[in-house]
């Protein structure tokens, strides 16, 4: 499978090659945030079929949390392309809003940190759902 994909303003691209590691929908706290409200909908893929092939995201980590996820976007528009959890080096977390053809996504296989869930928030019906993350 290969995904392409980039910001709003088409000044960063990427392409990623390789299996689904996993399908989630997050509602973690730090997700509502990036997202500007709802659950964040994203896949994980190897992070040795990733580049960027057009611009450069900027980095953001926040410094007062132990292990702190680094998420980059785009310094131009603000889109949120990806994720990289820090116990997490082989992996990359792509934003499906920010894929060519989202709609190759399908279904998120589960839902994460439902503990932290608004209420206005949805898990589609038939998925797996966990208060954190799973492992």
């Known amino acids: 499978m290969t995904i392409t994909g980039g910001c709003y303003c088409k000044q960063v691209r990427y392409e ?3 299996d689904s590691i996993f399908k989630i929908q997050c509602h973690c706290r730090e997700c509502q945030y990036i997202s500007g409200g709802s659950a964040n909908v ?10 960027y092939t057009t611009g450069q995201p900027k980095q953001f980590q926040r ?27 082989d992996l990359v977390i792509i934003k499906v809003g920010t894929m060519d053809h989202p709609e190759e996504f399908g279904a998120p296989e589960m839902a994460i940190y ?20 799973p492992g």
Do not use: W, Y
Request: net charge negative.
């Open 16 to 18: 990623a090659d390789g």
């Open 63 to 89: 410094e007062d949390l132990e292990n702190g996820v680094v998420r980059e976007f785009c310094g131009n528009c603000g889109t949120s392309l990806t994720s990289n959890p820090q116990g997490m080096p």
């Open 42 to 51: 994203s896949i994980g893929m190897p992070r040795a079929g990733f580049r």
């Open 114 to 133: 439902t503990c932290e869930k608004q209420s206005f928030h949805h898990i589609p019906e038939g998925i797996t759902a966990f208060e954190k993350f």
